[in-house]
């Protein structure tokens, strides 16, 4: 079939706003350039970063320009490819990740080649839209403390003892999963109606952090952590230093501000035993290919609190604002509406 020359998507125009600011628009349907794929899309996935951009926290150089599509986490199938492409072919199922461009919240999408790979069949869109950037961070996250993916050393030099905040949200909810596959003690903190799932994912030890206990970080069994996976926003440097080993270890965190960064460019200066490590996300096709592999063989699950249509983009983007979201948020593209 042929690629039709309009599309429905939905972009926003300013900044600010919220859902409110998201138009239903039709526009053009975008032509790969070199090394690009054009992609008929399938899922998109939104993350916090993706509403950050439009309240203007990176202005003013994002968005690039207005109107904006937003949302970069794509699965879709592949329809035309830009120059120079190879490894890929019209009607191949893939995954990708298309940041800062974005573009996914729309029928159609490009994306870089180099940051595209094959979804296999036993891996839905929906799931597979999901894995681009938060099973990427949790990935990166822990990486970042020193976890070894590597069977030949894995438990054998690294942490033993994490600690996952916010173990419920979408980056949380895979880096439990990838520390218990990395063989790792697990504690983990999330709300009180979501211990059980997160239990279900396998950690060790779960806060409900309004108690006590889940607001001091303290592990019901008393251990002392050589890693955190901070992916909870508001945790101060201080309180993740208190739950570190007296040995030292570091507190990785997925939610870093300019302080953050200070902080952690201090310590190295003055060779701390217990470090703060902010992580930019940096995509890569390798890790992508590996964690899609994980989630075919069943060992890396995608918990999905919600999904919605595109023409319901406006409620999803809302949810995702609203920040109670258990895993992650999707925008269903040619689908049933």
């Known amino acids: 079939m042929a690629t039709p020359r309009t599309m429905k998507a939905v972009q926003y125009e300013k900044y600010g706003r919220g859902a409110e600011g998201l138009k239903h628009v039709e526009v053009p349907v975008p032509s790969p350039k070199k090394g690009e ?31 904006f599509t937003p949302v970069g986490d794509l699965a879709g199938e592949v329809v035309e490819l830009g120059s120079g492409v190879t490894g890929f072919k019209p009607g191949d199922k893939v995954i990708s990740i298309s940041f800062p461009s974005g573009g996914g919240l729309a029928e159609y999408a490009v994306a870089p080649a180099a940051l595209t790979v094959a979804r296999p069949p036993e ?13 990427s961070s949790a990935l990166q996250l822990l990486k970042a403390t020193g976890v070894s993916f590597d069977k030949k050393t894995s438990g054998s030099t690294g ?15 895979y880096a439990v999963q990838l520390a218990k596959l990395a063989g790792l003690h697990v504690t983990a903190t999330c709300g009180a109606r979501n211990v059980a799932i997160v239990q279900g994912l396998g950690a060790d030890e779960v806060l409900d952090y309004k ?14 952590y050589d890693a955190v996976a901070n992916c909870a926003a508001g945790l101060s440097w201080p309180a ?34 217990k470090r703060l490590a902010p992580l930019m996300l940096t995509p890569r096709r390798e890790e992508k290919e590996w964690l899609v592999e994980l989630a075919r063989q069943g060992k890396l699950r995608t918990a999905v609190d919600s999904r919605y249509p595109l023409s319901r983009a406006q409620e999803a983007w809302a949810k995702s604002v609203d920040g ?3 895993g992650k948020i999707v925008v269903e593209i040619g689908g049933a509406e």
């Open 123 to 135: 891996v839905s869109a929906v799931d597979g839209a999901c894995l681009p950037a938060a099973a």
């Open 211 to 224: 108690t006590p206990e889940g607001a001091a970080l303290r592990s019901p069994s008393g251990r002392r």
């Open 240 to 273: 993740l230093k208190a739950v570190l080993s007296d040995e030292g270890g570091t507190a990785a965190d997925v939610t870093p501000g300019v302080r953050a960064a200070l902080t952690s460019l201090l310590q190295k200066v003055t060779f701390a035993k």
């Open 37 to 67: 794929v054009l992609l008929k899309m399938e899922a998109a996935s939104i993350n916090p970063i993706d509403w950050k951009i439009q309240k203007g926290m990176l202005r003013p150089f994002l968005p690039a320009k207005f109107p």
């Open 324 to 326: 109670h979201a258990t």
């Open 159 to 173: 942490p033993k003892n994490v600690l996952v905040t916010a173990a419920s949200g979408g980056v949380g909810h």
